[in-house]
């Protein structure tokens, strides 16, 4: 029977592994637990001879070390997001299979944005502030239908994808700015392929870009000023992307709309003028941080862990190498 070690907290063990999925690893493993002590000794030590090394968020780096001796994991599951900050890449050398918990997360990001989406078109936030403070239907103003409107989306990732099907019913013209998109991937997504300037003319915009140097910055002061007055631009990506200074600048004056869960940098300091902008809409980085979705976490991984030591086959969390340098 193959050894996993669970390289996390028992709190975190109870965040991100369901009543069915513990079964299912007793029933496939041997399991060694770590307990609060989460040093990189102490997990190096805990991998030593394992077979399968589950990780999530709080634990730290793993050292290459680990596989130096060739004694280290053939498997690093991993029932979180993004590995980038957890591995060093050199393991792949050594062999080691790496799967995440990406794909399960990017669902529940995509809900956010939909959510995101519905709840400033209809103005929600601002007939919300108004009916606080006794007002009531003579406004002013008046929300507007997402259905078969325009929806900008940047990067083709993951929860770009789950947002696209989660939009299907609502009959959007959905086009992408992706560098990485193919006029044939396109098509089969559902969506048109165009430039930057051109996603981001929309009336909704949603941000879906890797933390990689390519995007740091890449949406300007200058293309935010070209934004269409009244639209919406949703960030569940990385604060990193969006020259955020001028985004929110734009939106003080009233002239558009933004849902923001990243920032740049995080947490932020905002000023009363921000936090009480009846347009914007701020969230604590929690677009994937669901009850349903941690606890779906490890058995996302695991199932694949399992059919790859069956048979080689890579899983939909498998992380493929070859994409490393455009990944989240």
Request: net charge negative; charged share 20%.
């Given at each position: 029977m193959n050894k996993l070690a669970v390289a996390m907290t028992p709190n975190r063990a109870d965040d991100v592994i369901s009543v069915e999925t513990r079964a299912l690893l007793e029933q496939s493993f041997d399991m060694c637990w770590a307990g609060d002590d989460l040093t990189s000794s102490?997990?190096?030590?805990?991998?030593?001879?394992?077979?399968?090394?589950?990780?999530?968020?709080?634990?730290?780096?793993?050292?290459?070390?680990?596989?130096?001796?060739?004694?280290?994991?053939?498997?690093?599951?991993?029932?979180?997001?993004?590995?980038?900050?957890?591995?060093?890449?050199?393991?792949?050398d050594h062999g080691v299979a790496v799967f995440s918990g990406a794909g399960r997360i990017a669902w529940s990001v995509g809900e956010y944005c939909l959510a995101a989406l519905l709840t400033l078109s209809r103005k929600l936030p601002r007939f919300d502030a108004m009916v606080k403070m006794g007002g009531w239907k003579q406004t002013g103003f008046r929300g507007n239908d997402l259905a078969g409107s325009k929806i900008g989306l940047l990067g083709a990732s993951s929860t770009a994808r789950?947002?696209?099907?989660?939009?299907?019913?609502?009959?959007?013209?959905?086009?992408?700015y992706d560098p990485y998109l193919d006029?044939?991937?396109?098509?089969?997504?559902?969506?048109?392929?165009?430039?930057?300037?051109e996603a981001l003319s929309c009336p909704f915009v949603s941000v879906h870009v890797p933390d990689v140097p390519a995007t740091k910055g890449m949406v300007t002061r200058d293309l935010i000023e070209r934004i269409p007055d009244g639209a919406i631009v949703v960030n569940s990506a990385r604060g990193p992307a969006i020259d955020q200074k001028a985004l929110l600048e734009h939106a003080l004056t009233g002239r558009i709309y933004a849902?923001?869960?990243?920032?740049?940098?995080?947490?932020?300091?905002?000023?009363?003028?921000?936090?009480?902008?009846?347009?914007?809409?701020?969230?604590?980085?929690?677009?994937?941080?669901?009850?349903?979705?941690?606890?779906?976490?490890?058995?996302?991984?695991?199932?694949?862990?399992?059919?790859?030591?069956?048979?080689?086959?890579?899983?939909?969390?498998?992380?493929?190498?070859?994409?490393?340098?455009i990944a989240a």
């Open positions: 102490a997990i190096a030590e805990l991998a030593r001879g394992s077979d399968v090394l589950l990780t999530s968020w709080g634990t730290p780096q793993l050292g290459k070390e680990i596989w130096a001796d060739g004694n280290g994991p053939k498997v690093v599951a991993h029932a979180a997001g993004s590995v980038k900050r957890l591995i060093d890449p050199v393991i792949f789950a947002l696209i099907t989660l939009l299907k019913p609502f009959g959007c013209d959905i086009v992408v006029n044939g991937l396109a098509a089969e997504l559902g969506v048109r392929s165009v430039s930057l300037a849902a923001l869960d990243v920032y740049d940098p995080e947490p932020p300091a905002f000023g009363l003028d921000v936090l009480e902008a009846p347009n914007l809409l701020l969230t604590p980085h929690i677009a994937a941080d669901t009850t349903e979705c941690h606890l779906a976490l490890t058995g996302y991984v695991i199932t694949d862990v399992l059919k790859w030591l069956e048979d080689g086959t890579k899983g939909r969390s498998f992380v493929d190498p070859a994409v490393w340098s």
